[in-house]
């Protein structure tokens, strides 16, 4: 039992490194995304453990597994589609209060 929790641990850790130093800036032209790579590095962990457990016929901790995953995941994009919702409507607000300041009659409409 500990060859294979070995054997699983060395999956994971060879599949985070490789998406570690994979070259995804020149492949996709841009950094890849926080989401993307939150994903990618949960993936990289759970997939080996997943399979460690389907070995072992622990079906229960399967489900559960990615019961948690799913909906954490799921809590994660929200969290961060609100993040990304909150700062452009800052961003939009600060903008508007400085055209409104910028302008030389302060804002008021001209005669």
Known sequence: MIWQ???AVLISSLIL????YWP?????RRPLPK??????????IHLPLTVL??????WQA???LWAITLV???VVAGINHLDSYLETRTRMEISEH?????RPDHGAAEQ
């Open 24 to 28: 995804w800036q020149p492949i996709i």
């Open 35 to 44: 989401l993307t790579a939150y994903i990618m590095g949960v993936l990289a």
């Open 98 to 102: 400085e055209a409104r300041t910028l």
């Open 53 to 58: 457990l389907l070995v072992w016929s622990y």
């Open 62 to 64: 399967v489900y559960a």
């Open 72 to 74: 954490g995941g799921g």
């Open 5 to 7: 929790i070995l054997i």
């Open 17 to 20: 490194v490789s998406e570690h």
